[in-house]
């Protein structure tokens, strides 16, 4: 076992990784109310040695965390400046042999009932596999769990994986919507 894992388990959490493995695709991860989902999702990926990118606020990207947050495999988003931020990431699906993306459709810790969209846009441009992994402080589990096929029908796949997701128990439940 190596450190994150034994990190995870002493902290009475478990991880499972119910997908085979891919060397590409999308991670949906929900519920997202506190930045300890961000912890708990690194360790659990790394405890497998496994490593999967995610996007973060530019603004988390300040010396001397702007190195570490690189490193772990953060991509720094510009959320004051209109940019395309779903072309850059296919983009990098396209060129890259292996490429994994974890990516919090809720886009904030707050209550967010109206979810984002790009994760979905993503996985059909650059033809990979979208998975759901969820955090459940509930059963202390965080699990990537199934592939979601997408039938190009944004507003019926959104309900679909929200209703998914409606499932696990959040840090904070009264920030997760749904």
Not at 12 to 35: L, R
Not at 74 to 103: M, Y
Not at 114 to 123: D, L, P, V
Request: proline residues 5%; hydrophobic residues 40%; glycine residues 8%.
């Amino acid at each position: 076992m190596n450190l994150a894992g034994w990190i995870l388990k002493k902290a009475g959490w478990k991880f499972a990784i119910n997908i085979p493995p891919t060397p590409k695709c999308v991670i949906a991860i929900a519920p997202h109310t506190s930045n300890w989902d961000f912890i708990l999702g690194e360790l659990a990926i790394r405890s497998v040695g496994m490593k999967a990118g995610f996007l973060m606020k530019d603004t988390w990207f300040f010396f001397p965390l702007g190195y570490f947050m690189r490193a772990i495999g953060g991509i720094p988003v510009k959320q004051s400046k209109h940019t395309r931020v779903t072309d850059d990431v296919v983009e990098a699906f396209n060129t890259h042999d292996e490429l994994v993306i974890g990516l919090t459709p809720e886009g904030t810790r707050s209550r967010n009932e109206k979810w984002r969209t790009g994760f979905m846009h993503i996985a059909r441009e650059a033809n990979v596999p979208l998975a759901l992994a969820y955090i459940d402080y509930g059963t202390r589990t965080v699990c990537i769990d199934r592939f979601y096929e997408l039938s190009g029908d944004i507003d019926n796949d959104m309900a679909g994986i929200k209703e998914y997701f409606s499932h696990f128990t959040a840090k904070f439940p009264e920030k997760f919507g749904y």
